[in-house]
């Protein structure tokens, strides 16, 4: 046998190792997520289990509640600052007081979390610049 | 002065395709005078780009608001150094710096190698400028830097920059990112100039050795900053998150990485020709692709610019048609590079090389499919998934893990075939100090650490070792023989074979990196809310929270927390993590406080200042973070010595 052979042997059991690592961890919740907009969501029933909804907050919703350590808002599916109205928001409860940067009225912002009774309890909110920036500057490669 | 730019690039575009179809004219039929005309288009189209790029400097240094470009990339209220940086704030300006670099790059080559490598030339001139006339045909025609504003829309100020960029790593870190993006078009040019001529001796190969080595050192070198601002810019926390745009970085890298270790093989045993061409096809190709991805908003990234589609589309079809080219002319001479030597054994420099090159493309298959996924999965299943870092770590994890064994084992076996005697002298001290390690580490941590922590630490014990060995013993070879005391055998080492003390050194910063990474296995995090007066107590540390106060108004506003930091009641610092408003842009950012040791550094982040006067603060404790800038500069002087004009292939020409 050729040591060329040999060596692509060695190879070829390496990677199957590693697809069957890397395939055995791909049911973690956290490795694997997507997310619907929230018309989507609302579509598909009220689904239980762990899900990334996508949306922008409507505006005047944002409360704090230091004491309580959450944060409550509503998540709408229609960018406010394009007409998009309130009336099917979503309720979402977020169990931390840290919130990024960019969470504010009209922002765009993807809940992870899980529908609880009245309310969806977020584990992480991220969000993004609504503003003119989004078509603009960011010249970072 | 703009004028003068708008009008430079048109005749840039010009002079590039004349060259070009030069270029290819003088390979095909040899001719030696169109070569020159190939050769002075280069340096025209270098000199006509530099002119553009003045003209840009210019209109930003003036506050020249008639440019749609400048209006929304800077602001009257803006530094010099910050506006002149936000010539690459934006899209039109990164590809003229892109085209710049080019054709800075090319002229460089160009007159390098004009002597040495004549037959090749012209082929370099033809695909330097073709690259260079696609970036000129968007600058041109679809994102024109110099677009002038509608008379009624010119203000008397700008929009501004994302206060995210108005940061000094900011100003050198895309440029030095773009130093290596662009820089392996060189080796690409020599590559397929090689096969284009069927001149596939060594000429090439020490122009392409060298002409790699260069963006390869900027590239790390941008890498390694980007992962500085992310730490003390965006405040999470965190130096890596494996964004698309981190990862469109990486990949080109791990591809020339593998690329400088394999052309070690063809450069000793003539073996490994054509996968040595393929990976320099796919460095470039990466680079552009890579490119695309950010740039076209096909992935989502915090980065991305949200484009009109087909300046996507054009892009893409750029990315295939190159790498096509490329390919398809490899493919045409694929029986011109066969090699009639064969690895001899397993247990041989050779084949860890080998195996090290399989380990690179793997993790660059991990990192491609990763940030790919969303696309993958929108075909599939019309759903968009995204893999976040816990699917990269995981894969890539064991991967990095047997790289790093390699880096240690790789020096310790001869080529050819190694002896069970020359294993035993070679191993035995290294392995000591990995083992040696890692009993001390498992003895002192206990059930604290994980494994990463554990068999990173002990690895790197392990190159340590591997480097210090070779290092002695060659040292002790040369005092033995005579006249020299260490020191000067030490200079003679370097300056002799710089590739491999060079080398050695390299891995050495890797080593202190991956001492530093490890650390992140004791990372520890904490949200507080907190009143004046209140104290936070983490691991021996406490943090008082004297005062909130407005910043005062400049270029942004916003609130500034002092914290006072004590370690078992020794005063350390006064933390002072910001809020700011930048109000122009609209735009808050958290800018974080860090206090830095060797052990490791203390981060925090004013998240909230409540509406009922409380301060709601986020507190990591990182440990030996600091290792990552120290083996990063580590890294850095060891590719400098790599770098260094050494005499024989000063007389190559290369």
């Known amino acids: ?141 | 002065m703009s004028d003068l730019g708008s009008l430079a690039l048109l005749l840039a575009l010009a002079v590039a395709a004349l060259g070009a179809g030069a270029g290819a004219f003088a390979g095909w039929r040899e001719r030696a005078d169109w070569s020159r005309v190939a050769q002075r288009c280069v340096l025209l189209v270098f000199a006509l780009a530099s002119l553009a790029m003045l003209a840009l400097f210019h209109a930003f240094a003036t506050h020249d608001y008639s440019l749609e470009y400048v209006a929304s990339h800077s602001a009257r209220s803006m530094a010099l150094q910050f506006r002149l940086a936000a010539l690459w704030g934006g899209q039109a300006g990164s590809l003229l710096l892109w085209l710049w670099m080019l054709t800075a790059y090319g002229a460089a080559a160009v007159g390098a190698s004009r002597r040495t490598s004549a037959r090749l030339v012209p082929w370099v001139c033809t695909m330097l400028l073709a690259n260079a006339a696609f970036f000129l045909v968007l600058l041109n025609f679809v994102t024109n830097p110099f677009e002038r504003l509608a008379p009624g829309d010119v203000l008397s100020d700008g929009n501004g920059l994302n206060p995210l960029l108005q940061h000094p790593v900011m100003m050198i870190h895309p440029l030095m990112l773009y130093t290596g993006f662009v820089g392996f078009v060189v080796p690409f040019s020599f590559a397929f100039a090689a096969m284009a001529t069927g001149e596939l001796g060594s000429a090439w190969l020490r122009a392409t050795r060298r002409w790699t080595l260069v963006p390869w050192f900027f590239l790390s070198i941008g890498i390694l900053l980007g992962g500085r601002w992310a730490y003390e810019v965006l405040g999470w926390g965190g130096y890596w998150a494996w964004d698309p745009v981190e990862n469109a970085s990486f990949m080109p890298w791990l591809a020339a990485t593998a690329y400088l270790h394999s052309v070690m093989i063809q450069e000793k045993r003539d073996m490994l020709k054509t996968w040595n061409l393929v990976l320099i096809g796919l460095t470039y190709s990466l680079c552009l692709f890579g490119t695309f991805l950010t740039r076209s908003g096909v992935v989502q990234s915090v980065h991305s610019f949200t484009n009109s589609g087909w300046f996507g589309y054009i892009f893409l079809a750029y990315v295939f048609a190159a790498a096509g080219l490329y390919f398809s002319v490899l493919l045409f001479r694929r029986k011109a590079l066969r090699t009639e030597n064969r690895l001899e054994s397993v247990l041989s420099r050779e084949s860890s090389f080998v195996l090290n090159n399989w380990a690179f493309m793997s993790v660059l298959g991990v990192v491609f499919c990763g940030t790919l996924f969303p696309v993958f999965s929108e075909w599939a299943s019309g759903k968009q998934i995204m893999l976040g870092p816990v699917y990269f770590n995981r894969v890539s994890g064991p991967i990095f893990l047997f790289l790093l064994l390699l880096t240690g084992v790789g020096p310790l076996i001869a080529w050819r075939r190694a002896s069970p005697t020359s294993l035993r002298r070679q191993f035995l001290w290294p392995l000591a100090a990995g083992l040696g390690t890692a009993a001390a580490l498992a003895l002192v941590l206990g059930g604290r650490a994980g494994f990463y922590s554990l068999a990173l630490w002990s690895l790197g014990a392990f190159v340590t070792g591997t480097v210090v060995q070779e290092y002695v013993r060659a040292i002790r070879v040369r005092t033995r023989k005579g006249d020299e005391n260490a020191f000067q055998a030490l200079g003679a080492l370097l300056g002799r074979n710089p590739q491999r003390y060079g080398g050695y050194i390299v891995h050495l910063g890797v080593v202190l990196i991956v001492i530093g990474i490890g650390g992140a296995g004791f990372n520890e995090e904490r949200l507080e809310n907190v009143r004046v007066g209140e104290t936070i107590r983490m691991n021996g540390y406490r943090l008082e929270y004297l005062t909130a106060r407005p910043l005062p108004q400049q270029h942004y506003g916003g609130a500034v927390a002092r914290l006072a930091l004590f370690e078992d009641d020794r005063p350390l610092a006064v933390m002072a993590p910001e809020k700011r408003m930048y109000w122009l842009e609209q735009q808050p950012a958290s800018i974080p406080s860090i206090h830095s040791t060797l052990r490791e550094d203390l981060y925090v982040i004013l998240t909230s200042l409540e509406p009922d006067g409380s301060a709601t603060v986020k507190i990591y404790r990182n440990p030996l973070v600091n290792w990552i800038w120290i083996g990063g500069a580590t890294f850095v002087l060891g590719a400098v010595v790599l770098l260094w004009p050494h005499p024989t292939t000063e007389r190559a020409g290369a």
């Open chain 1, 1 to 141: 046998m050729s040591k060329g052979i040999q060596i692509a042997i060695g190879a070829l059991l390496v990677a199957t190792l590693l697809g069957w690592y890397a395939s055995s961890n791909l049911e973690e919740p956290a490795s694997f997520v997507y997310y619907q907009t929230l018309d989507e969501f609302h579509a598909a029933g009220a689904v239980s289990g762990p899900a990334r909804v996508h949306g922008y907050v409507a505006p005047g919703s944002i409360e704090r509640d230091v004491p309580a350590r959450v944060v409550r808002f509503r998540v709408q599916n229609d960018p406010p600052h394009a007409g998009g109205s309130a009336a099917n928001a979503l309720p979402v409860v977020y169990a931390s007081l840290e919130t990024p940067d960019l969470f504010k009225d009209g922002a765009e912002v993807v809940v992870e979390g899980e529908l609880g009774p009245g309310a969806f309890h977020a584990t992480n909110v991220l969000a993004k610049c609504p503003s003119k920036f989004e078509s603009k500057a960011r010249g970072l490669l």
